[in-house]
């Protein structure tokens, strides 16, 4: 499977290993194996934060690679909720938030899909990130959480005074959408704080 010792060494979790491999000059750490991952993506799928961060100390190992399945590191760590590898590999610069999927997801829209609180908080602190962007089927970040009642991340992004809640995708609004789903607790969260905003207008 084009698996060298270092992809082995990784994928097992060794990090005295690692650390003994990397210091072999004729060891080239930016191979990657069939699937076309690199070792930052075996060790961020292997949920091992301290070969990750063993990794990123390489400077011949691009974190923004993307494998066979068009995934980044970044974007794994996203997938598999693990918030600290996240945290992590946001401090590098080279690293993209804000590259979207060929549905025109962005990372930000995955997390709130499956209800990743600290995720979604890490993501909206960078400036770059739109959360009013829309992916393929017309939805925004609030849609996607709305859609799925995460009562939390829909109270999160409401509390901004940058979220667009009248914006709309292919068929309805963000109140269409919640009340097509029949998750009402979401609904009055949301009915609640636009008259919270309209009070503070008015006041």
Do not use: W
Not at 59 to 65: M, Q, V
Not at 74 to 88: N, R
Not at 103 to 112: I, P, Q, R
């Amino acid at each position: 499977d084009y698996d060298t010792l270092l992809h082995l060494a990784v994928k097992g979790g060794y990090i005295g290993i690692d650390k003994l491999l990397l210091e072999q000059t004729d060891i080239d750490p930016s191979k990657v194996n069939k699937d076309d991952d690199t070792l930052l993506h075996l060790a961020v799928k292997g949920g091992y934060i301290g070969i990750v961060k063993l990794l990123l100390e390489q400077t011949d190992i691009d974190p923004s690679k993307v494998n066979k399945d068009g995934y980044t590191p970044f974007d794994l760590a996203v997938e598999t909720e693990l918030f600290k590898t996240v945290k992590l590999l946001l401090v590098r610069t080279t690293i993209d938030p804000t590259r979207t999927y060929e549905d025109g997801d962005t990372v930000l829209h995955k997390a709130a899909r499956r209800g990743k609180l600290e995720i979604v908080q890490l993501l909206l602190k960078i400036s770059r990130i739109d959360p009013n962007q829309k992916n393929k089927k017309g939805d925004s970040t609030l849609q996607s959480a709305v859609k799925r009642g995460y009562f939390d991340i829909v109270k999160l992004l409401l509390e901004r005074t940058d979220i667009d809640v009248n914006c709309v995708n292919k068929v309805c609004t963000v109140f269409h959408t919640r009340t097509v789903h029949q998750n009402f607790h979401s609904l009055i969260i949301l009915l609640q704080l636009q008259l919270s905003r309209l009070k503070k207008l008015l006041s």
